[in-house]
């Protein structure tokens, strides 16, 4: 599967699953998207399409997102530039504030919206 999005459209994104389909919209991969959904999206049957588009996302990635790793029991976000990989035992770009926000969100009785 190939997800991406564009960082100037918060929630645009376009995936290819089988290098013959090419979904556009800003629909979420998760279990409370699937079940809630209002937003839509277009499935383009275009194998040409598909493929140009995974191939786009295969060059940039590395280099646009982290790799996520499981090592030691732990997780390691993997971060590459000018060919250098750089190893991140803890979530990046996180501040104080990032972390006491999700550690007060986890205490909310909220799992069945998820």
């Known amino acids: 599967m190939y997800a991406a999005s564009c960082a100037e459209c918060s929630d645009d ?4 699953v089988d290098g ?9 991969l998760d279990p409370r998207s ?13 194998p040409k ?12 990635a590395p280099e646009a997102a982290y790799e996520l790793r499981l090592q030691d029991g732990g997780l390691n976000w993997i971060e590459r530039h000018d060919g250098q990989e750089i190893v991140h035992a803890e ?6 504030g990032d972390h006491l926000m999700i550690g007060f969100a986890q205490r909310l009785p909220i799992q069945w919206l998820l």
């Open 49 to 60: 399409l598909a493929k140009e588009v995974g191939s786009v996302f295969e060059q940039l």
């Open 20 to 28: 013959e389909r090419l979904f556009i919209g800003s629909f979420n």
């Open 13 to 16: 994104g376009q995936f290819s």
């Open 34 to 46: 699937i079940e809630l959904n209002t937003e839509l999206g277009f499935v383009i049957h275009s």
């Open 91 to 96: 979530e990046p770009n996180m501040t104080l």
